[in-house]
Each structure stands twice: as C-alpha cells, then as structure tokens.
C-alpha cells in the first residue's frame, strides 16, 4: 500500500490549494481517509477525515475553510484549502485507515507555505 500526497506549495493569505493524495494497493471504500498536518515544532494534528457513509469531520480550525473528498473508483483523496492563513503553514500528510484493522497507512507528507 502507497500514498503519494502532492499539491503543496507556497501561496499568499487568502488564496486556495487543494491537495491531493493518490493510493495505490488498496481500496478506499472500507476505510476512513483523512489529512493531518504538521506545522514546524508542533505534533501532528487531525485536520479533516471521509469515509463511505458518514459525514466528513474537520477540526475546528479548518471548519468552513477545508473540504475533504474522495473518488474511490481513483482511489484519490483531495483536500481544498480556501481561505488559507499562514497559521496553516504545515506539511500535510495523508492517512487510510482499513476498517477491518488489517492496516494503517501514511503519505509522505506534502508541504504548505501561507505567506501573510
């Protein structure tokens, strides 16, 4: 199983990226998706998860701002990022989850630079 995020990049406050996260070796239908971030000297926090049947859950911070989706049949993951604050400056990285707990798999992470 492989995750290959990209889409990071360096933009001004305000402006919009939308990240993208390709898998490869497995399926997405029986498993959550979801993209952390890790901004310099912090942990790595929860941003935003997917899965079939459930609603898609942000962190507060993201609310309003963030949309996370998917396409199983790509099996691509994307993360649209409006609005972004240099608070939002990160490396993102994205996350499967198998519902069955046969595997938990991360991407190798693609940065994201908010200039003010």
């Known amino acids: 199983v492989q995750l290959q995020a990209s889409g990071g990049g360096l933009v001004q406050a305000g402006e919009s990226l939308r990240l993208s996260c390709a898998v490869s070796?497995?399926?997405?239908?029986?498993?959550?998706m979801s993209w952390y971030s890790q901004a310099p000297g912090k942990e790595r926090e929860l941003v935003a998860t997917?899965?079939?049947?459930?609603?898609?859950n942000y962190a507060d911070f993201v609310q309003g701002r963030f949309a996370i989706s998917k396409d199983n049949a790509k099996k691509m993951v994307y993360l649209q990022m409006n609005n972004l604050k240099s608070d939002d400056t990160a490396v993102y990285y994205c996350?499967?989850?198998?519902?069955?707990?046969?595997?938990?798999?991360w991407g190798q992470g693609t940065e994201v630079t908010v200039s003010s």
């Open positions: 997917i899965a079939n049947g459930r609603n898609p």
């Open positions: 070796g497995t399926t997405l239908s029986m498993a959550t």
């Open positions: 996350r499967h989850r198998a519902w069955s707990g046969a595997g938990d798999y």
